[in-house]
Antibody, heavy 117, light 107 residues
Framework: QVQLQQWGAGLLKPSETLSLTCAVY????????WSWIRQPPGKPLEWIGE???????NYNPSLMSRVTMSVDTSKNQFSLNLTSVTAADTALYYC???????????WGQGTLVTVSS | DIQMTQSPSTLSASVGDRVTISCRAS??????LAWYQQKPGKAPKLLIH???NLESGVPSRFSGSGFGTEFTLSISSLQPDDSATYYC?????????FGQGTKVEIK
C-alpha cells in the first residue's frame, strides 16, 4: 500500500518561491509518474505537472514558465518549485502517483499554501 | 485545452435514491475519463477509470458509463457515506483537466 507524505511552507509573500516535497513509502517508485495537482479555493482541481524517476518532466503549459520539478530516487522523493507566486497561487497543493499520465490513483494529504503580503 | 463541464453543480437526494451526475467534454476524450470522490478536508479518491472501470474496493453501487464527449457517474442506492463532491477528469490529452465538481448532499 503506497503512502505519500508531503510538506513545505504554507505561507508565502508575493514574488517568493513555493517549495514542496513529497515522500513515497511502499510500492514501486520507478514504475510510475509522480504528479503535483492544486485546488484553489472554490475552483476545480488543476494538474501542475509530473516527473518520472529519470527526471523527465511534463508541465501544464499555463504554469510552465514558473514550475520546476525534481526527483531524488535515493530517498523516493520528488519536489515542486513554483517561482514568483501571487495570490492566484493560493491553493491546496497535492502530490500524487499517476498510474498512467494524469490519472492519479494515490494522493498525498495536501498542503494549504497561502500567498499574502 | 479540453474543457470538462459537470451537471448539476449540487444535488440533494435521499438515502436509497438513484443518483446520476453528468460530465461533458468539449471534444472527444475516447474513454479516457475518470471519476473521483472528495470529502471535506480529504484528498480526492479515484473511483472509476477508463469511463466504466471500478477501482478495487469501491462499492458496486457506483458505476460509470459513456464514450467520446458524454459521460455519467451513477450511484444506484445513495448511502450516507456518499456525501461528497465528485469530479470527472479527462486524461486523454495535455493537462488532464477536471470538471468543476458536483456536490452530493443527503436530504
Amino acid at each position: 500500500q503506497v503512502q505519500l507524505q508531503q510538506w513545505g511552507a504554507g505561507l508565502l509573500k508575493p514574488s517568493e518561491t513555493l517549495s514542496l516535497t513529497c515522500a513515497v513509502y511502499g510500492g514501486s517508485f520507478s514504475g510510475y509518474d509522480w504528479s503535483w495537482i492544486r485546488q484553489p479555493p472554490g475552483k476545480p482541481l488543476e494538474w501542475i505537472g509530473e516527473i518520472i524517476h529519470t527526471g523527465s518532466t511534463n508541465y501544464n503549459p499555463s504554469l510552465m514558465s514558473r514550475v520546476t520539478m525534481s526527483v531524488d530516487t535515493s530517498k523516493n522523493q520528488f519536489s515542486l518549485n513554483l517561482t514568483s507566486v501571487t495570490a492566484a497561487d493560493t491553493a491546496l497543493y497535492y502530490c500524487g502517483r499517476a498510474r498512467v499520465r494524469w490519472l492519479i490513483d494515490s494522493w498525498g494529504q495536501g498542503t494549504l499554501v497561502t500567498v499574502s503580503s | 485545452d479540453i474543457q470538462m463541464t459537470q451537471s448539476p453543480s449540487t444535488l440533494s437526494a435521499s438515502v436509497g435514491d438513484r443518483v446520476t451526475i453528468s460530465c461533458r467534454a468539449s471534444q472527444s476524450v475516447s474513454d479516457w475519463l475518470a471519476w473521483y470522490q472528495q470529502k471535506p478536508g480529504k484528498a480526492p479518491k479515484l473511483l472509476i477509470h477508463r469511463a466504466s472501470n471500478l477501482e478495487s474496493g469501491v462499492p458496486s453501487r457506483f458505476s460509470g458509463s459513456g464514450f467520446g464527449t458524454e459521460f455519467t457517474l451513477s450511484i444506484s442506492s445513495l448511502q450516507p457515506d456518499d456525501s461528497a463532491t465528485y469530479y470527472c477528469q479527462q486524461y486523454n490529452s495535455y493537462s488532464g483537466t477536471f470538471g468543476q465538481g458536483t456536490k452530493v448532499e443527503i436530504k
